[in-house]
């Protein structure tokens, strides 16, 4: 018999499954609850759109956000989306790619993911501006976000 895919339903931006759970590197994880090709997408991060300007104020004073910029003047605040790639960690060694395509947050795996496996991403430049400290504990580590 034949493995299936579990049916999407329409509108279902998540393509692989990725559950949360206690992170090593930070809080709370996503982790891949199933194998993973490289270099397919993973899923999307979705949540209210806003000014740069309003991510700015909203991210001032918190160790954890998740908003990312999409654009020079737009962001995305996914603080309150029930996404579970929401929860992906910053590595300076990451297994997968987050890419901006026509004001959507898409995250695509590097390398083959293993169920179990976290995901993270290479955040770049952060509202931290290098004051926090990395936990990604990978071998070449830059120490800061």
Partial sequence: MAATTPRRAPGDT???RVEVGPSAIDGRGAFAAEAIPARRKIGEIR???ISVREAQHR??????IMIVEISERRAIDASRSADPLRFTNHS????????IRQ???????????????ELTV???ESHHR???????GAPRCSGRL
């Fill in 92 to 99: 300076c060694a990451p297994n997968t790619v987050l890419r």
């Fill in 103 to 117: 004001g959507r947050i898409e995250l695509y795996a590097m390398r083959d993911l293993a169920a179990g496996e």
């Fill in 130 to 136: 290098g004051r926090l400290a990395c936990r990604c």
């Fill in 47 to 49: 949540g209210e759109q």
């Fill in 59 to 64: 991210a001032r004073g918190l160790a954890r």
């Fill in 14 to 16: 998540q393509k692989f």
């Fill in 122 to 124: 290479h955040y770049g």
